[in-house]
């Protein structure tokens, strides 16, 4: 009985910390530079995550010179003025931290997880980073072999390896999201050191970066020494944006592909739909949760697939919301050759079930709720919680909407599911892939 009262005592904080939603309190401010700078302080995390976001990606790269932002991801760790070539991360893991790097349609982002009191540490990196990396023709080209693999294990010898690329290819403008993000081989092959020079003076300059320090940090202190590290970086040139993103035709468009490997037959379909920061992009997320989330009440789950069809596999449904486009991607397989329309009719069922009866309040109540223990999760978390204000900073042109989310989450009602449902989801709003395997 004693253990039972004192995991409630334990749990009870959380739950109403969870039901007030109550704001995060980070400090932001600029350099003179161009600079963004957001602070955290956490006094229960012992760690402190210093991370650069810069607002670049694959949609930012030039038709035939695709493959950089990606690129530029593996270089940045190759050494700079500094930090001797091959020595960046170790002098991380030196300090018990350890550092890493992602690569988006949008975004670039580099950070460090290093124990408090080693912030000084990561914020020195991350400025040697931006000031003066070491871009060798040798680096380049061990590089272009290095991703040359990664291409063909992640992509091109899987079946299916280029599925999403298929989707954004013909969804969207080839020079911006239509490409694949690790770029063409062929691109890379041709591109030279002025080229990657070229790219690092535009886009990894501190106007278009966004530094993050979050956790267990003495604000003041941390300030001098950004201030120290940074403030002499000298500004960019302002950067210049794609516009031209691609549009919906207005008719259904139907692909068929035949795969080499593939043992069952997959069909991709694919809505479009809005960018993160629209406000039905909250809705959209949780109409995936419903037909695809928890077995209690996934559509899919409990329509399609807990009757033991023999003819559907597999069938999920996922929401691909970037900064300027955004896709609602529902997924297939296939055990019975040839069936492909009947998976289709199946789920074009779940879908007019959105759109003409309401959810059930038990059933959005649950996914809502699932929500926000996610967000709540974000306050003990100081990795994550970087990663999302840095987003959202760089997305909605302001962090602190990110204190918003929740909100927006928990006040969607049942005729919002249907409303969004009929605005989207509709066959001249759909591009279909059907792909066969090979025989």
């Not at 580099?110 to 040798?138: C, D, F, N």
């Not at 239509?178 to 690092?200: E, Q, R, V, Y």
């Not at 037959?265 to 959209?284: G, K, Q, R």
Request: proline share 3%; aromatic share 14%; with cysteine.
């Amino acid at each position: 009985m004693k253990k039972l009262i004192l995991f409630t005592l334990l749990i009870l904080p959380l739950v109403l910390f969870a039901k007030k939603n109550p704001m995060i309190e980070f400090e932001e401010y600029d350099l003179d530079n161009g600079l963004h700078v957001i602070l955290y302080h956490d006094v229960n995390e012992p760690n402190v995550v210093v991370g650069t976001k810069y607002h670049v990606g694959s949609k930012n790269e030039e038709a035939d010179r695709t493959g950089f932002a990606h690129f530029f991801e593996h270089l940045l760790f190759h050494g700079t003025k500094n930090i001797p070539q091959g020595e960046f991360e170790k002098t991380v893991m030196d300090a018990g931290g350890y550092c890493n790097a992602y690569t988006s349609y949008d975004v670039t982002y580099y950070y460090q997880l290093l124990p408090a009191h080693e912030y000084k540490l990561g914020l020195w990196v991350e400025s040697e980073r931006m000031l003066h990396p070491i871009i060798t023709e040798e680096g380049i080209n061990r590089e272009r072999e290095i991703v040359k693999e990664e291409k063909r294990m992640r992509y091109d010898n899987k079946p299916l390896g280029n599925a999403y690329y298929d989707m954004m290819g013909a969804m969207f403008a080839y020079e911006t999201y239509g490409h694949n993000m690790i770029g063409s081989m062929d691109d890379l092959d041709a591109s030279s050191l002025k080229d990657f020079d070229a790219f690092f003076k535009k886009f990894y300059v501190p106007n278009n970066a966004c530094l993050v320090v979050a956790g267990n940090i003495d604000i003041d202190e941390t300030k001098k020494w950004i201030d120290y590290y940074f403030s002499d970086i000298p500004k960019g040139k302002e950067v210049t944006r794609p516009k031209d993103f691609g549009a919906p035709t207005g008719k259904e468009k139907i692909i068929e592909k035949t795969e080499k490997g593939l043992k069952k037959t997959a069909v991709s379909l694919n809505y479009y739909a809005i960018p993160e920061t629209h406000e039905d992009s909250y809705v959209m997320n949780v109409i995936a949760t419903i037909l695809s989330g928890d077995n209690a009440y996934s559509y899919f789950e409990n329509e399609i697939l807990v009757k033991e069809d023999t003819i559907i596999n597999h069938v999920s449904a996922t929401t691909e919301l970037w900064e300027k486009v955004g896709a609602f991607r529902i997924k297939g397989r296939l055990d019975v050759e040839n069936h492909e329309q009947y998976l289709i009719s199946k789920v074009e069922e779940q879908l007019e079930r959105l759109k003409n009866k309401p959810v059930d309040e038990y059933i959005l109540e649950q996914v809502l709720n699932s929500y926000e223990i996610g967000y709540t999760d974000y306050y003990f978390h100081s990795e994550s919680l970087a990663d999302e204000i840095t987003r959202y900073y760089h997305f909605w042109g302001n962090a602190s909407e990110f204190n918003n989310a929740i909100n927006h989450y928990m006040s969607i009602k049942q005729e919002d599911i249907q409303r969004v449902a009929k605005k989207y989801f509709n066959k001249n709003n759909r591009v279909t892939i059907i792909y066969h395997p090979e025989k």
